[in-house]
């Protein structure tokens, strides 16, 4: 008995898991572009999220899809909520298909990807992702089915009866399979898995009606958990729509439950009786686990507003979110790719700006306070990549000779800074290596190179900004040939710390590699800001 369930229940998960991953496949290309096309309203939003949900049949998978795509600007925030939302509602779609006989259909679809599969029709790439989802899905029939089965002789079973027993007399003795249902639904990270299972046990009399309703109750809540455990890594706006999924959980599972409390007092059929007239006992179940996610998604979705302020206060923006937001680029401005080139510049300066900090916090006495390193570094590749997917949008939109000119000088221009911002995240790296390498003796040496670099870094961002002749001849006499004199320090340190670890010798060359590679981007950067600068 327990090995047929436990089989039908592997089944299951490995139908569900290939059945999403080659969905995934079959729209992962564009999807992000099709999401955020398909959100512009309201009830697009909804009907994607319906649509998202019964693909992926995961609401964490939606709540996590939505928000990537929050976080790259494609989509906004109250557009995600009502996406997650309805998702759910999409998941109930398997719950539905899991009360239909589906051992034939199971069958037949293991039979027809086999014959496919032997006339080498899956390596087609086109053909191989929905051969694939087909056999997922072949898979996951033959769990619900195994796992009916399994659970058939339960009911026969004397301990089985005791805890029926037991758990039959009220609201409070209802807690245990809540209780179970959350548990597991936590550690299944889907509440359409366990309600499924929750349908099988219910079927073979394992379960009573009650019970099995109050087991997807709580898996509805436990999958609200699981995404937040999921979570847990992300900060700011990240979080957000986790906790608003886990939100939405929670209030669906509460007004279930304050239902079936008001029925138990007052005897009007809002639940139990409400369903009776559904064909058969797990027909109900179905029926009101749809009901469920729909009252979720519905119960907080006019309270868009409110709810955003609440998850704001809840999950505040990170130092990193707000300056990885753009000042200057709207997409209004594509229209005029004049307009929109210069507002690349002003965003480009934003980020020259930043260079000078960068360095000055890895001096022995920094001049300001400055937001953490981690944060502006993070930040910057943020900008970056929002800048980098506006000029792709100027281009792609089409301009004139001059414009297209222009828009290829920034692309390199962004590049530079990319270079810049990334060795001097590895001139830290080689910092906080130098400390831990025993090499106290360098750090001078460390401290002097950064106040370089901060000078340096200075001007560039000055003539980035004003353009004037003088600071781009002054960036010309202190960005040249540096190897002599890098060549020259190595051997002076080698010479005076005869007894330095080799550790700490890496650490010296790469440092110093570091500074000459700053030395030529400077350079260079400056070259190409000359046209836009003049």
Known sequence: ???????????????????GAHLQQMAGRRMRRLLGGATRGPLRSAFTGLLLGGLTQSSNAATFISTSLVQAGIMTLPRAMLIVGFANVGTAGL?????????LAALWLVGVVGFLST???????????????????????????????????????????????????????????????????????????????????????ALEFEQALMVACGASLGSGFAVLVLSADLRGTGRRLAIYQTLLKAAGAAFFIALLALEHATGLPLLV???????????????????LQLASALMLAPFGAAMERLLARLSPETPAEAMSRPRFL????????????DLVVREQRRLLARLPALADQLRAEPEATHAPREAMLEASAALEARIAAFLKDILSRGCGP??????????????????????LGEFGEVTAAMRQAEAAALLPMIHRLAEALHLLLG???????????????????????????MDGLRRRLARNEPALPYAAQDVLFRATSLFERVVWLTRRQALLLAPESG
């Open 1 to 19: 008995m327990f090995g047929t369930f436990v089989a039908g229940l592997g089944l299951f998960l490995v139908g569900i898991k290939g059945l």
């Open 95 to 103: 719950v539905l298909l899991a009360t239909v006989d589906l051992h």
């Open 119 to 205: 006339r080498k029709l899956d390596r087609s790439s086109p053909l191989r992702p929905a051969l694939g989802a087909l056999f997922g899905l072949a898979l996951l029939f033959l769990g619900i089915d195994l796992m009916k089965i399994g659970a058939g002789p339960l009911r026969e079973m004397e301990a089985v009866r005791q805890v029926l027993a037991a758990a039959s007399g009220g609201l409070l003795a209802l807690a245990l399979p809540f209780l179970a249902g959350a548990a597991v639904a936590l550690m299944a990270q889907s509440s359409s898995t366990v309600t499924i299972l929750a349908l099988a046990m219910q079927e073979a009399g």
């Open 273 to 291: 009786g409400g369903s009776a007239m559904a064909a058969t006992a797990h027909d109900r179940l179905a029926w009101l686990f749809l009901l």
């Open 330 to 341: 709207y997409d209004q401005a594509l229209a005029e790719p004049v307009t929109a080139l």
């Open 402 to 423: 001059e414009q297209l000119d222009r828009a290829v000088a920034l692309e390199a221009a962004l590049e530079g800074l990319r270079a810049l911002r990334e060795t």
């Open 459 to 485: 001007q560039l961002a000055e003539y980035g900004h004003d353009g004037d002749a003088e600071t781009l001849a002054l960036l010309a006499a202190m960005t040249g040939d540096r190897s002599d004199m």
